[in-house]
């Protein structure tokens, strides 16, 4: 695989595509909001020189890197070459399923898709296309380029081959790739959808404040950071549809989503990207 496309230039888009040029890949990112693209830019731009500054990433990588990045606003041509389809759109199953469609009929019978969603049933959004043997699972962590866990989620369907280059693509982009069967929230977000949503209803009750209750995962049991300040990282809205979803899946209460996370939600509280969740981001906030 030598050209990969991201659709979808927010907080993971961006992200995936600035590990795939960094790693040598062609590659082209594209989403349907002209500004989001320029706004992709600045921030790859920006990740790559804070690497070049802490001595992460060399000035000719950086630079060879967004040689290698294109910006494309037309789908069709952004994934016309491509040898992977990474997608990073909202967490909605049906827009997810009628891009794949989308994509399908713009790529050559070859070409892999992988669908960057944290929760959402692999399996239904590969039957949306006439050729499941290719289509994956490939959850990135937030942020893409500090993060080395990437989840490959394979179906029933999903072919060995396939499995075998996308591993091969996520250990180039300096990941490491775990392989999981296709279920509800996969083995990362039923794990970390748990740790935060109790978290949220120990704020909610009064056991202790955030940073505490995030201190005492980070000093007590080793965890780079606590799971309050991941549910800001990762978004709290976006935290919220993958609890309902993982609830109305699973069945089981410990999913269910605190009134807490849904009043914050409610009031525009959705952590980093909005200023303000469980911390207080300031000019930290994206978009």
């Known amino acids: 695989m030598k050209r990969i496309a991201v659709v979808g230039a927010g907080t993971m ?50 630079d060879a890197a967004l040689t290698r ?8 041509e952004a994934v016309r070459e491509a040898d992977l389809v990474v997608e990073a759109i909202v967490e909605q199953l049906d827009a997810k399923a009628a891009l794949f469609r989308e994509v399908e009929d713009a790529t050559g019978p070859t070409t892999v898709l992988a669908t960057n969603t944290s929760s959402l049933s692999v399996t239904r959004i590969a039957r949306a296309t006439s050729r499941p043997d290719r ?57 970390g959808v748990v740790l935060g949503l109790e978290a949220m209803r120990m704020v909610e009750q009064g ?5 505490d209750i995030d201190k005492a995962l980070e000093l007590g049991y080793g965890h780079p950071m606590g799971p309050l300040k991941v549910s800001d990282l990762v978004g709290l809205d976006v935290r919220l549809a993958i609890a ?19 009043r914050m939600v409610q009031s525009g509280e959705w952590g980093k990207k909005s200023g303000k969740g469980f911390y207080e981001w300031g000019n930290e906030k994206t978009s």
């Open 13 to 62: 888009g961006h992200g995936i595509a600035q590990v795939a040029a960094l790693a040598g890949f062609q590659t082209t990112l594209t989403d349907a909001a002209p500004d989001a693209l320029e706004r992709a830019r600045t921030r790859v731009r920006k990740n790559l020189d804070g690497g070049v500054s802490r001595g992460k990433v060399s000035k000719e990588d950086a």
């Open 69 to 76: 990045l294109r910006l494309e606003a037309d789908l069709q």
């Open 135 to 191: 289509v994956i699972g490939m959850h990135f962590f937030n942020p893409v380029h500090i993060m080395t866990l990437v989840e490959l989620v394979r179906t029933n369907e999903t072919s060995d081959e396939t499995v075998e280059q996308v591993h091969a693509v996520a250990q180039a982009m300096g990941k490491d790739p775990i392989v999981v069967r296709d279920s509800p929230g996969f083995a990362s977000s039923r794990l």
């Open 207 to 211: 056991v202790a404040a955030p940073a």
């Open 244 to 262: 309902e979803y993982l609830h109305r899946e699973l069945k089981d209460a410990q999913y269910a989503p605190p009134e807490i996370l849904r």
